[in-house]
């Protein structure tokens, strides 16, 4: 019993912890985030498996996991409020070639950020050869080029 | 021209179907661990009673190899005899377990044939509770007597590995 309700609980910690930080958050994992995340599942080690050290315990707590994620993925197909809540809505940070530049400033992200993206997928050179940019609810930025603005694969 | 792609739809088929057999066995599991079947949980919980009501176990029927476990010896006011409390415990639970503690402290732990007899002290009588926490050391199924004042009473815990 105690495994399970151990999964549950950190499954909904972590949830609300990584929902709170925001969409940017680990999105794109640097040396340092990498070991943030390291030192986030040693500390979440010792809640889900205490003092017990069986097979049948870990077994437990590893398909509680793996269940409450399956569960979660198939209520947000099957709900919008679930997916919005738990996964987060993409918004648009270039709109027809505008920066919306109060959108950017809530999720801290400058023009930079934007002509990254667009140089990475599109090998683009400026700002304004972008035509929409979307921050995406997984946390990546999309951008789509104006017509005429090289592309990579051309 | 086609897409190149090694494709096969009746493997798909037979995947998405063991698929969801799967997860209903997953899913299976997981309730199981949750009310007790696994380890501890409503349906593990269980009392073992002597006859004349000198000793009561509170224990799990089944428990985890090399994980904390406790159970509790539940003892009435006459199961006290010149202020101390003596229980007998054998059977394959002594010599399957590792005792961590007994709470309240044992004033004298003595060997008998297969088991070991506990004595404790009584300041004032009354109802008392002894408290045994222990690690499983073996698997299967370990068997306990547990006899006071000469009222005796067993139980069997189930040690998953």
Known sequence: MDAVLRAFALYLVLLVLLRLTGKRSLSQVTTFDFVILLIVGEASQQALLGEDFSVIHAALVIATLLLLDRGSDYLAWRFGWFQRWTQSVPAILVENGRPLNDVLKKFHLTEDDIVTAGREAHGLERLDQVKWAVLESSGGISVIPRRGAPSSGS | MTLQINQNERFQRREWRLERIGWVIVGAFVLAGLVGLL???????????????????????????????????????????????????????????????????????????????????????????????????????????????????????????
């Open chain 2, 39 to 161: 380890g501890t949980g409503p349906l593990s919980w269980a009392t073992a009673r002597s006859e004349q009501g000198f000793v009561a176990v509170e224990y799990q029927r089944i428990t985890h190899h090399e994980a904390d476990d406790s159970l509790s010896l539940v003892l009435p006011a006459d199961a006290v005899e010149d202020g101390t409390i003596s229980v007998e415990l054998s059977g394959s639970w002594v010599a399957g377990v590792d005792v961590q503690s007994i709470s309240p402290q044992p004033a004298e732990e003595r060997a008998v044939p297969d088991g070991v007899v506990v004595d404790i002290a009584v300041e004032r009588p009354g109802p008392t509770t002894v408290v045994i926490g222990f690690r499983a050391q073996q698997y299967g199924t370990l068997e306990a007597t547990v006899t006071v004042g000469g009222d005796t009473t067993s139980f069997t815990q189930l040690v998953l590995p």
